[in-house]
């Protein structure tokens, strides 16, 4: 009798584990049936953010930097992160303050170090507010016409970022942008946010090619023919150009022209309309990049 009871004991809790198992699968695919039926396609960050789940930093292969550009639509938002600090260059346009939170809890980060707003345009702004109600933000560093950055350096542990623009004062917005320069060691970043011909004008009168080179850029202006004048972006001489830009957006971005130029220039050249997000990694010394879909 005792042997009759305990092999239906173990009959019953292996029942039991199977109906555990099966229901917690028909709950996931339940839920994950009804966010598809959510506005615009979830990616797995949202449906692990929906039920307070991120995935693992390990998902990412990071080294002592890491530089994400995101892909927001036609905006910019770049993420750089060490194990130290935390640096969001833009928000990129309304809507994408889940994204921007979603990484950085994966990443672990509690509170952001710094946001930069590059200039007061909505496709680099817009998600600024959203942003600010869902993460604590240590510093700000949002600039006008009457701030003076040019010239000024954040160095932070290991690394170092050099505000080299603007130089001058512009009606034109876009020419006030401001144009960062990230060092780690051997490796650099330069990012253009929307500066024009007239501002990398500015930049090439004021300053040497060592100050100006970078190892990876990011495009000025989204690709418009406006900006990447060809002498700009052979003192710049990067190997990889990152263009942020949405995917048929009304602007024609990026424009023929600049492709023209980049490519003139052997540049391996990203953009977050084809390749999603897009990371690069150095250890200070070699640059790796992965795109992340």
């Known amino acids: 009798m005792r042997r009759e009871i305990r092999r239906t004991g173990k009959r019953r809790i292996g029942r039991d584990k199977q109906l555990l198992k099966r229901s917690t699968a028909a709950i996931f695919v339940i839920f994950t049936l009804a966010i598809s039926y959510l506005p615009g396609t979830p990616s797995w960050d ?23 550009f995101l892909d ?58 959203a942003l600010e109600k869902l993460m604590p933000i240590t510093n700000e560093i949002i600039p006008n016409k009457t701030t003076k950055m040019a010239g000024m350096t954040l160095d932070l542990k290991d690394i170092s970022l050099k505000f080299l623009g603007p130089v001058f004062v512009s009606d034109n917005l ?38 100006l080179h970078a190892d990876v850029l990011k495009v000025g202006h989204h690709g418009s023919e406006s900006s990447s004048a060809p002498a700009f972006i052979k003192t710049v001489n990067p190997q990889f150009a990152v263009i942020s830009v949405g995917k048929d957006n009304d602007y024609g971005h990026p424009h023929k022209q600049t492709l023209d130029t980049l490519k003139g220039q052997n540049i391996n050249i990203f953009r977050t309309d084809r390749d999603g997000d897009i990371l690069f990694t150095t250890n200070g010394e070699t640059i790796r990049f992965s795109l992340i879909k």
């Open 72 to 129: 927001v639509g036609q905006g910019d938002s770049i993420l750089i992160y060490t194990e130290d600090t935390s640096i969001l260059i833009d928000t990129g346009p309304k809507g994408n303050e889940q994204k921007i939170y979603n990484l950085l809890k994966t990443l672990k980060v509690e509170s952001l170090d710094y946001l930069i707003i590059t200039h007061q345009h909505d496709d680099h702004n817009g998600s600024q507010k």
């Open 46 to 68: 949202d449906i692990y953010a929906a039920v307070g789940l991120f995935p693992s930093p390990q998902n990412y292969d990071l080294e002592d930097l890491n530089v994400f």
């Open 174 to 211: 876009n020419n006030m942008s401001l144009v960062v320069k990230l060092s780690y060691k051997d490796t650099s970043f330069l990012f253009m946010a929307d500066a024009e011909e007239d501002e990398e004008g500015s930049l090439l009168r004021t300053y040497s090619a060592e100050d």
